[in-house]
């Protein structure tokens, strides 16, 4: 059957496809709309499936806040220009908007089509890299931070005694330095709670026989330089006790006694998410 140049562009810009590919499956689906878009898709993903393992190396970090959830998304491409290219940016915002609405970081083979969809129209292999979701409430704050044009990807959350300690514009402002902070240093835990009990063990043990090397010192001695080594090293890895960007002298949760104390309210520093593209865990 004949189609109209106006309906193949109507598909074209629906589904990005080239104008040929549209009116071929316009033709073959006798000019039902959704069963050519269909078509399409089912083409789309075949081609997609032929480019997986191609590299993945560039990207961006994409994220979603609001209505109650916070999620970021990773989407990486073979190349820079294609990271850059509008379809690619629309096809990352579509799905870490589906990752908020889904409220879960699994990827779902919803998920992965939106990837393969996107795939068929820039004919560069995708993956759907690391992924996070997470419930806001009225008294916390969540803000994020794109580093390097969403190389670096980062989600800090803050958690008020109220909704109006968490609507001040100085918990907003905090929030946003510390996810600079984090993406300046990527710290490898949130607090000291957090860190791996045999890390903590394995440490400790590399500081006790350095310690011993040290010479002949009474075991009080040794113990005292080992938590001093520990506690350095803690301060290093923990977010809380890194110092501040800012303000290195001031470790992070001085500086946020510090707001809270100014807004007479309480703050803690409850999470934070940082991804970088490409960057294995």
């Not at 309906?7 to 009116?23: F, P």
């Not at 850059?84 to 990752?99: L, T, Y």
């Not at 409430?137 to 969403?150: F, I, L, M, P, S």
Request: one cysteine or more.
């Amino acid at each position: 059957m004949a189609v109209t140049p106006q309906e193949v562009k109507k598909l074209r810009d629906k589904t990005g496809a080239g104008m040929l590919d549209c009116k071929n499956a316009l033709v073959k689906s006798n000019g039902d709309f959704a069963a050519a878009e269909k078509i399409l898709k089912e083409q789309g993903l075949a081609s997609a499936d032929k480019r997986v393992g191609r590299a993945t190396n560039n990207g961006s970090v994409f994220t979603k806040i609001g209505n109650g959830k916070a999620a970021m998304a990773e989407l990486t491409c073979e190349t820079d220009f294609v990271a850059k290219n509008d379809v690619f940016r629309n096809a990352g915002e579509k799905i870490v908007s589906a990752v908020a609405e889904q409220g879960s970081a699994e990827k779902t083979e919803t998920l992965e089509t939106m990837v393969k969809e996107a795939i068929a129209v820039l004919k560069e292999n995708m993956l759907l890299g690391k992924a996070v979701c997470w419930n806001v409430a009225d008294n916390e704050v969540v803000v994020n931070y794109a580093h390097n044009g969403g190389q670096i990807g980062v989600m800090v959350k803050l958690a008020c005694d109220s909704a109006e300690t968490a609507a001040k514009k100085e918990v907003e402002e905090l929030a946003f330095d510390l996810a600079l902070h984090a993406a300046a240093f990527n710290p490898a835990y949130l607090n000291r709670d957090a860190v791996d009990s045999q890390y903590l063990k394995d440490q400790e043990d590399i500081f006790t026989t350095q310690a011993n090397n040290l010479g002949d010192k009474p075991e009080k001695v040794i113990k005292g330089i080992v938590q001093g080594k520990l506690n350095k090293h803690l301060s290093q890895i923990c977010f809380v006790d890194q110092g501040f960007v800012k303000e290195d002298k001031k470790p992070v949760k001085q500086v946020v006694a510090e707001t809270a104390k100014a807004v007479e309210g309480t703050i803690e520093l409850v999470d934070y998410a940082y991804i970088a593209v490409g960057q294995e865990d």
